[in-house]
């Protein structure tokens, strides 16, 4: 099963939102909803950056590693590239 990592901008306070996924425009839905939380206090939101992966173990090892950073300009170079060169070989998901 595919995963994907995907980075939302709200359109309310231009803040960024990384989530992960096995479907894309499912979840961007349930975020445009309100069914979480955080993005409930903040949409709309538009899709700025998504990228698939092999499978959704590897998506949210990503999520988790982009997570970490907590840098708006990584962000936005990954953004501006399109692309996530992250290496997560070393990377571990939350337990």
Known sequence: ???????????????????????????????NLGKTKYTSLNKPFKIVFSQQYEGLE????????????????????IIGDGFCKINVSDARLKP
């Open 1 to 31: 099963m595919k995963g994907y990592v995907y980075i939302l901008q709200s359109l309310k306070n231009q803040r960024f939102y990384i989530g992960s996924t096995n479907d894309l425009e499912r979840r961007f839905i349930e975020h």
């Open 58 to 77: 590897m998506a949210r090892k990503v999520e988790f590693k982009l997570k970490s950073f907590k840098s708006r300009k990584i962000l936005e170079e």
